[in-house]
């Protein structure tokens, strides 16, 4: 049976992400720190006919990623799938002399990842196999004004995904950097302006799993992005701050 690890499971990409596997009736771990929305979560893992295994958890404590993971792969034997999806949004809040709004979304996209898969590899490595997968964003392609902290967790982990698929593809581990657009979750949900090519996060994660089945390194979607992203990327300074949002 499949095993599957999957943190930020309690909404949106990750909750999507849970009932795909379930439904190809793989053990999901689900972890979220939303104690609430994680048991009707596992309600439907099991619903859709997969065993859950459920972890409240911050990805931000470095510790409690480690316990979780072990349990797991003591609970399961071993670890297929694991998808680095929790994040969070927000601005930088760049005059308010404060940078601890900044250095939470840092935290937690950039440590979030890490402290999430590290401590994996060390099994996967024993079982020369594994697929990691890690949620960035097309907006970890280019400063967006405003969203400094979030563009840069990104673009961090687009980076530590590039990084580590060189050092762990020869144990037959591939590393997956997921690039969305606007996916529709509650994360864009308070977006008051209009978000091209809004993609259902269902559709979203049958393409996202269908992508690290194939061990592909770098995947953009909605595929519209594919054709905008080198632009932005060569984009007039004074144009990017048309996408002040
Ligand atoms: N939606 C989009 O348009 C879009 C576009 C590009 C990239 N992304 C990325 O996709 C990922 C999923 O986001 P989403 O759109 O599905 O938004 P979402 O519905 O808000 O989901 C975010 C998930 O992350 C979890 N999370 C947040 N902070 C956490 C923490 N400290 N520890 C553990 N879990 C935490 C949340 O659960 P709890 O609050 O229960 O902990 C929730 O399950 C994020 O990395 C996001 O940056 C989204």
Redesign the pocket.
């Known amino acids: 049976m499949k095993s599957v690890f999957i943190?930020?499971?309690?909404?949106?990409?990750?909750?999507s992400l849970a009932y795909y596997y379930a439904k190809e009736g793989a053990t999901v771990g689900i972890?979220?720190?939303?104690d609430d929305?994680?048991k009707a979560v596992e309600e439907k893992v099991k619903e859709y006919g997969g065993s859950p295994v459920t972890f409240q958890?911050?990805?931000?404590n470095q510790e409690a990623c480690k316990q979780a993971a072990d349990q797991f792969i003591q609970q399961t034997g071993v670890i297929d799938i694991l998808i680095a999806?929790?994040?969070?949004?927000g601005t930088d809040k760049l005059s308010s002399g404060d940078a601890s709004a900044i250095n939470k979304i840092l935290s937690?996209?950039i440590l979030?990842v890490t402290n999430t898969v590290i401590p994996f590899i060390p099994a996967m490595k024993k079982q020369q196999s594994g697929r990691i997968c890690i949620?960035?964003?097309?907006?970890g392609t280019r400063g967006l004004v405003g969203h400094g902290g979030y563009s840069s967790s990104?673009a961090a982990v687009r980076v530590l995904g590039d990084s580590w698929d060189y050092s762990l593809s020869r144990h037959n581990i591939s590393t997956t950097v997921v690039f969305?657009?606007?996916?529709?979750?509650?994360?864009?949900a308070k977006h008051q302006y209009k978000m091209y090519f809004l993609m259902n996060?269902n559709t979203a994660a049958g393409k996202i799993a269908q992508a690290i089945k194939i061990g592909k390194r770098k995947y953009v979607l909605p595929w519209q992005w594919r054709i905008i992203i080198p632009i932005f990327r060569i984009l007039p300074r004074r144009l990017i701050n048309l996408f002040s949002v």
């Open positions: 943190t930020g499971a309690s909404s949106g990409i990750g909750e972890a979220a720190r939303r929305r994680l958890l911050d990805v931000s999806n929790a994040g969070v949004g937690i996209n979030g949620i960035s964003s097309v907006a990104k969305p657009g606007w996916i529709a979750t509650e994360m864009t996060s």
